[in-house]
């Protein structure tokens, strides 16, 4: 038994969360993961060294050091193993280049300019591992007049044609409360590169690949994207209303910031959730007789299920609503997601042992094949936490040579001497 | 120049957005897509929004790049129909739940292929509790954790605009057929089936929340108010978001802006600082933002290389000269589409043809 990607490797550059996202889902496909970091300035997400431990940490026995222990960092580089390499330095470029040829892929989320002046860019990879797969994530892509515009999530979500679509309606314009477009970034990055890997497999033939993250979150905001160019028209901030179904929101529970949520898309499903809800007498009428009117009446039929939700449990209601065949969903927070049963039943949420910060649930694998292996979970990597190993590995290099390069700040642990 | 997916066939079966999204990427990458559509038609046509000749724009946008053939799901022996159908394909992609397989006699087994690769793209995968539970994107959007964190404290939670749980799922979908494939040419042609929860898919979409939950023993509230460190702000002709994160941004946005105390002041350079202070300098802030139209205050940002960006509409990016310069907008019979995802130097993602008109004859075996 293997899994898709076994037998592959990546030595990769990403950081923070697109480029460390997309490595993750590889590493979770049988791929060897080596992530690349320097340590006079690790992954952002990491922390700074000087950051305080979180107080949850705090007085943990095996609890050392900040930046191993970030919940960013940790939660999107499971499976990886991390080695320090500064590139800026002659001996660590040509470590580098001494891995190379040792790499199926490469993956990096620098500003465009970054690669190219460590001398890195495709054409010197492909010379070094012919065949070899880079695949660059960056803010806007690597060509065109914002090339070299910084961005990140929180401006790509405006600059992509998100923040304009995202609102209550008559509302204004708002981010997610994630940075969601790095998630679009890092799921179009991992498909690409699988892509790749098949390319290569058939034919031995390698590829750059250029993601701009204003360009993949527009591809997911393609729809009115298309209804602009079709119709002139720019789509209107709907909340959680659907264009033509009605209900279709998130009501409120009894209790503090209980919410569930509540669709009918056809009127069988609507007559469910009258039949559920016991016929009442203000959702009989004729405002609300059809899915036509109930879309022209929307402001008062949310009112008025409002006004039935608001007295119920949630959860009971939730159970009761989906047993009847509506389409129904408790609104959960992050700490309901750990705890929910079903979750970990489907193992797309399972505890990880990290050897400083402990054990923590997190989210794991986000599919399921019937016959590939699937992989064991590692946790993430401390700062150079495999590098000795990795660099015998790979290069047979002898402890002592990398107590050498530790000594001289181009490998080793934790801040620069 | 070849596609990475040339001479993959592909018969999509699946009647949601989630797996229209998958196939429409596997068509993208070179796949031959065979949709088939139920006598009434992929539930997508009728799905609002539609242009000005009455055809759904959701359709449009999710079919497209794949041929279609009409197959009446209902009619006798729906197995054995798909089974000699799938025969000479790669790739199946489903999105029925487990009774509704059931209920027509739909298995990995019934189509008899063992090379072949069956996805099942559905609201919350093929097993476990909620396997059978009716799910749409309000809802995964709900239990995923995504709508208790969008949106502000004072209203209710939100949802991701439009059909984002399909455009995740739907291209991590695409990715593991993908992997399947390879997976396939190593070990002799044996397929499989690939199981896609679009619930699991939002979970790891969410991840990092997840743990900082853990490690705060909260969940991230949503946001109190619409102030300049929680996103767009108004501007003299839209909205424009400030993301200060590094003290350079601060120092350099705060001088564009006229506001040199604010710049000069060295305690406003450490982000918790700022964080935990901003009312002491929300208010100017905004204010000083209203002066600006949003492209000159890009513009100037960006030059200092601060992160900032504007919110555009379909019309500034239609017009955008960036993506102009790249060739974003592409073009299919004669209709313009948004472009590609992702670049790919060896195997260029292409867009073939736009949606296929709703297919009238029944499709057979040959």
Same mark, same amino acid.
Request: charged share 20%; proline share 6%; glycine share 10%.
């Given at each position: &038994?293997?899994?898709?990607?076994?037998? &592959?490797?990546?030595? !990769? #550059?990403?950081?923070?969360?697109?480029?460390?996202?997309?490595?993750?889902? #590889?590493?979770?496909?049988?791929?060897?993961?080596?992530?690349?970091?320097?340590?006079?300035?690790?992954?952002?997400?990491?922390?700074?060294?000087?950051?305080?431990? $979180?107080?949850?940490?705090?007085?943990?026995?095996?609890?050392?050091?900040?930046?191993?222990?970030?919940? *960013?960092?940790? =939660?999107?580089?499971?499976?990886?193993?991390?080695?320090?390499?500064?590139?800026? @330095?002659?001996?660590?470029?040509?470590?580098?280049?001494?891995?190379?040829?040792?790499?199926?892929?490469?993956?990096?989320?620098?500003?465009?300019?970054?690669?190219?002046?460590?001398?890195?860019?495709?054409?010197? &990879?492909?010379?070094?591992?012919?065949?070899?797969?880079?695949?660059? *994530?960056?803010?806007?892509?690597?060509?065109?007049?914002?090339?070299?515009?910084?961005?990140?999530?929180?401006?790509?979500? $405006?600059? =992509?044609?998100?923040?304009?679509?995202?609102?209550?309606?008559?509302?204004?314009?708002?981010?997610?409360?994630?940075?969601?477009?790095?998630?679009?970034?890092?799921?179009?990055?991992?498909?690409? !590169?699988?892509?790749?890997?098949?390319?290569?497999?058939?034919?031995?033939?390698?590829?750059?690949?250029? %993601?701009?993250?204003?360009?993949?979150? *527009?591809?997911?905001?393609?729809?009115?994207? *298309?209804?602009?160019?079709?119709?002139?028209?720019?789509?209107?901030?709907?909340?959680?209303?659907?264009?033509?179904?009605?209900?279709?929101?998130?009501?409120?529970?009894?209790?503090?910031?209980?919410?569930?949520?509540?669709?009918?898309?056809?009127?069988?499903?609507?007559?469910?959730?009258?039949?559920?809800?016991?016929?009442?007498?203000? %959702?009989?009428?004729?405002?609300?007789?059809?899915?036509?009117?109930?879309?022209?009446?929307?402001?008062?039929?949310?009112?008025? %299920?409002?006004?039935? @939700?608001?007295?119920?449990?949630?959860?009971?209601?939730?159970?009761?609503?989906?047993?009847?065949?509506?389409?129904?969903?408790?609104?959960?927070?992050? #700490?309901?997601?750990?705890?929910?049963?079903?979750?970990?039943?489907?193992?797309?949420?399972?505890?990880?042992?990290?050897?400083?910060?402990?054990?923590?649930?997190?989210?794991? !694998?986000?599919?399921?094949?019937?016959?590939?292996?699937?992989?064991?979970?590692?946790?993430?990597?401390?700062?150079?936490?495999?590098?000795?190993?990795?660099?015998?590995?790979?290069?047979?290099?002898? $402890?002592?040579?990398?107590?050498?390069?530790?000594?001289?700040?181009?490998?080793?642990?934790?801040?620069?001497? | 120049?070849?596609?990475?997916?040339?001479?993959?066939?592909?018969?999509?079966?699946?009647?949601?957005?989630?797996?229209?999204?998958?196939?429409?990427?596997?068509?993208?990458?070179?796949?031959?897509?065979?949709?088939?559509?139920?006598?009434?038609?992929?539930?997508?046509?009728?799905?609002?929004?539609?242009?000005?000749?009455?055809?759904?724009?959701?359709?449009?946008?999710? +079919?497209?790049?794949?041929?279609?053939?009409?197959?009446?799901?209902?009619?006798?022996?729906?197995?054995? /129909?798909?089974?000699?159908?799938?025969?000479?394909?790669?790739?199946?992609?489903?999105?029925?739940?487990?009774?509704?397989?059931?209920?027509?006699?739909?298995?990995?087994?019934?189509?008899?292929?063992?090379?072949?690769?069956?996805?099942?793209?559905?609201?919350?995968?093929?097993?476990?509790? /909620?396997?059978?539970?009716?799910?749409?994107?309000?809802?995964?959007?709900? +239990?995923?954790?995504?709508?208790?964190?969008?949106?502000?404290?004072?209203?209710?939670?939100?949802?991701?605009?439009?059909?984002?749980?399909?455009?995740?799922?739907?291209?991590?979908?695409?990715?593991?057929?993908?992997?399947?494939?390879?997976?396939?040419?190593?070990?002799?042609?044996?397929?499989?089936?690939?199981?896609?929860?679009?619930?699991?898919?939002?979970?790891?979409?969410?991840?990092?929340?997840?743990?900082?939950?853990?490690?705060?023993?909260?969940?991230?509230?949503?946001?109190?108010?619409?102030?300049?460190?929680?996103?767009?702000?108004?501007?003299?002709?839209?909205?424009?978001?400030?993301?200060?994160?590094?003290?350079?941004?601060?120092?350099?946005?705060?001088?564009?802006?006229?506001?040199?105390?604010?710049?000069?002041?060295?305690?406003?350079?450490?982000?918790?600082?700022?964080?935990?202070?901003?009312?002491?300098?929300?208010?100017?802030?905004?204010?000083?933002?209203?002066?600006?139209?949003?492209?000159?205050?890009?513009?100037?940002?960006?030059? /200092?290389?601060?992160?900032?960006?504007?919110?555009?509409?379909?019309?500034? +990016?239609?017009?955008?000269?960036?993506?102009?310069?790249?060739?974003?907008?592409?073009?299919?019979?004669?209709?313009?589409?948004?472009?590609?995802?992702?670049?790919?130097?060896?195997?260029?993602?292409?867009?073939?043809?736009?949606?296929?008109?709703?297919?009238?004859?029944?499709?057979?075996?040959?």
């Amino acid at each position: &038994m293997s899994s898709p990607l076994s037998g &592959m490797r990546g030595i !990769v #550059l990403t950081q923070a969360w697109a480029g460390a996202y997309c490595t993750e889902l #590889l590493g979770f496909m049988g791929a060897d993961i080596i992530q690349v970091e320097v340590r006079k300035r690790p992954d952002s997400w990491r922390g700074a060294y000087d950051a305080p431990l $979180p107080e949850k940490l705090r007085g943990g026995d095996s609890v050392r050091n900040a930046w191993n222990c970030n919940y *960013l960092y940790n =939660s999107v580089n499971l499976n990886k193993r991390c080695v320090t390499l500064d590139l800026q @330095t002659a001996e660590g470029a040509a470590i580098f280049r001494q891995m190379l040829p040792l790499a199926d892929f490469v993956v990096e989320n620098f500003s465009p300019r970054v690669l190219n002046n460590l001398g890195f860019a495709y054409e010197e &990879m492909d010379r070094i591992r012919p065949g070899i797969i880079l695949c660059s *994530l960056s803010a806007y892509g690597h060509t065109g007049p914002w090339a070299n515009v910084p961005g990140i999530g929180g401006t790509i979500e $405006p600059t =992509s044609g998100l923040s304009a679509l995202l609102g209550y309606p008559g509302g204004h314009p708002m981010n997610s409360g994630l940075m969601y477009p790095d998630a679009v970034a890092g799921l179009n990055a991992f498909t690409a !590169v699988l892509a790749a890997v098949r390319h290569r497999n058939r034919t031995g033939k390698g590829q750059y690949i250029d %993601l701009s993250m204003q360009e993949a979150n *527009l591809v997911f905001a393609g729809e009115a994207a *298309l209804e602009f160019i079709r119709t002139g028209r720019q789509r209107e901030r709907m909340g959680n209303r659907h264009p033509a179904f009605a209900p279709h929101g998130i009501f409120p529970c009894r209790g503090h910031d209980r919410w569930i949520a509540i669709a009918c898309q056809s009127e069988t499903e609507w007559q469910q959730l009258l039949h559920a809800f016991g016929g009442p007498i203000s %959702l009989r009428g004729e405002l609300f007789a059809s899915n036509s009117q109930r879309k022209a009446n929307e402001d008062e039929l949310e009112s008025a %299920l409002a006004a039935i @939700t608001c007295e119920r449990d949630r959860d009971e209601l939730a159970e009761q609503l989906t047993g009847a065949g509506v389409i129904a969903a408790r609104v959960f927070d992050a #700490l309901e997601i750990a705890e929910d049963q079903g979750l970990r039943e489907r193992g797309v949420i399972g505890k990880v042992q990290h050897p400083e910060a402990g054990e923590w649930l997190q989210a794991l !694998v986000p599919w399921r094949f019937s016959r590939s292996e699937k992989p064991l979970v590692r946790a993430a990597p401390r700062l150079g936490e495999h590098s000795a190993e990795v660099f015998a590995e790979l290069l047979g290099m002898d $402890p002592g040579e990398y107590a050498r390069l530790a000594e001289a700040g181009i490998s080793g642990e934790g801040p620069p001497d | 120049m070849d596609q990475a997916l040339a001479n993959v066939r592909v018969l999509d079966i699946s009647s949601s957005a989630g797996g229209a999204w998958c196939t429409r990427l596997l068509a993208d990458l070179g796949a031959d897509v065979i949709l088939l559509e139920p006598p009434g038609g992929h539930p997508l046509r009728s799905e609002a929004p539609f242009d000005l000749d009455g055809r759904s724009l959701v359709a449009e946008y999710f +079919l497209a790049n794949k041929r279609a053939a009409r197959f009446d799901f209902e009619a006798d022996d729906c197995a054995g /129909r798909l089974a000699a159908l799938a025969k000479p394909v790669d790739v199946v992609v489903t999105s029925l739940r487990p009774s509704e397989a059931g209920r027509l006699g739909l298995s990995y087994a019934a189509f008899g292929n063992a090379s072949l690769v069956v996805a099942h793209i559905t609201p919350y995968g093929i097993s476990g509790k /909620r396997a059978d539970t009716p799910g749409n994107e309000l809802t995964v959007a709900a +239990l995923s954790g995504w709508a208790a964190l969008n949106g502000q404290a004072s209203s209710s939670p939100l949802r991701p605009t439009g059909h984002q749980v399909a455009f995740c799922a739907g291209t991590v979908a695409a990715g593991c057929v993908i992997a399947a494939l390879v997976d396939r040419d190593r070990e002799g042609g044996a397929g499989q089936e690939v199981d896609i929860s679009e619930l699991d898919v939002m979970v790891s979409a969410g991840s990092p929340g997840i743990l900082r939950g853990q490690y705060t023993g909260h969940s991230t509230p949503r946001r109190e108010s619409a102030d300049v460190t929680a996103g767009p702000v108004p501007v003299a002709d839209g909205y424009f978001a400030l993301t200060i994160s590094r003290a350079h941004f601060w120092r350099d946005a705060m001088t564009v802006l006229g506001l040199h105390d604010l710049a000069e002041d060295p305690r406003w350079e450490t982000s918790w600082y700022r964080q935990s202070h901003k009312d002491e300098y929300s208010g100017r802030v905004g204010e000083a933002m209203l002066g600006w139209k949003k492209a000159d205050l890009f513009e100037e940002l960006a030059a /200092r290389r601060v992160v900032a960006g504007p919110v555009l509409t379909m019309e500034e +990016l239609r017009s955008n000269s960036h993506l102009a310069e790249r060739h974003f907008w592409t073009e299919a019979d004669g209709q313009d589409f948004p472009g590609a995802p992702f670049r790919m130097s060896a195997t260029p993602w292409r867009l073939r043809s736009r949606a296929p008109e709703p297919p009238t004859t029944e499709v057979e075996a040959k």
